[in-house]
């Protein structure tokens, strides 16, 4: 049980209603691996609730942990978030708010995308030598974010001996989930899987899911979703804050 802090978990929200199910789903999985965990959780858009609104429940004089739910350090936790904060007040609560780091990359997110995929295409690691994946993220305009995918495919494909792990995305940059997928079956890959790195279903998990198919893929694996891994990340990032603010004090 932790002494009092609050982590207060910032997803990026969406439209569809299985993002906000999951990220709650993930909240009760972080709550049951740390019983007396005080985490609320808020979206950047489309889901309540915001930011603001979370934090204006803050109680005085409390520690608040802000952890972005991202899986990548790009424009929303370099420059949205840090905004929002700037912005908001907290007035007489005089609460002391910390600002945690992204959840990826990080070693667990490789075991949660090895869980995903193992449930998606049971055999895909019996042979690994004869199986290229495909990293299908997100996507971001950030140069590094992508540079960090790209970085995790490398690790990834070091640690379980695939044939190749190349990196893809969804959305401003390449290639594609679908063009990835062709040209590792192209270049002679017997057997071609996508494991989709995002948090939570939606758009981008639909169009990558529907579109590496489309392409020839064997198997798509669902978004990370609420499994153990990626709430012990959240709990990673939360204890990394608050030993970074005890050093500081």
Known sequence: MRDGG???????????????????ELAAVARQREPGLDLRT??????????????????????????????????????DIPRVLARTPLGSRR??????????PHPLLLDALDR???????????????????????GSSDPEANATIAGMAAQWQARTGWLAVRPAYASAAEPS??????????DGAPRVVVATYLLAPGLFADRIRHTALAAGAAAVSPALGACAEVADVMLDRFAQAGSTRRSAA
């Not at 609050?6 to 709650?24: E, F, K, M, Q, Y």
């Not at 989930?177 to 192209?186: I, M, Q, S």
């Open 6 to 24: 609050i982590l207060v978990a910032v997803a990026h929200g969406s439209a569809d209603p299985r993002a906000s199910a999951t990220i709650t």
């Open 42 to 79: 808020a979206f950047l858009g489309h889901a309540p609730p915001s930011l603001p609104q979370v934090l204006g429940t803050i109680e005085a004089d409390r520690e608040v942990t802000v952890l972005p739910l991202l899986l990548t350090a790009a424009y929303h936790s370099k420059a």
């Open 95 to 104: 609460a002391r708010v910390s600002y945690g780091a992204t959840l990826g």
């Open 116 to 138: 995903r995929l193992a449930e998606a295409d049971p055999g895909a690691h019996a042979d690994p030598a004869r199986t290229a994946v495909v990293l299908a993220a997100a």
């Open 177 to 186: 989930p679908a063009a990835a997928v062709a040209g590792l079956l192209r």
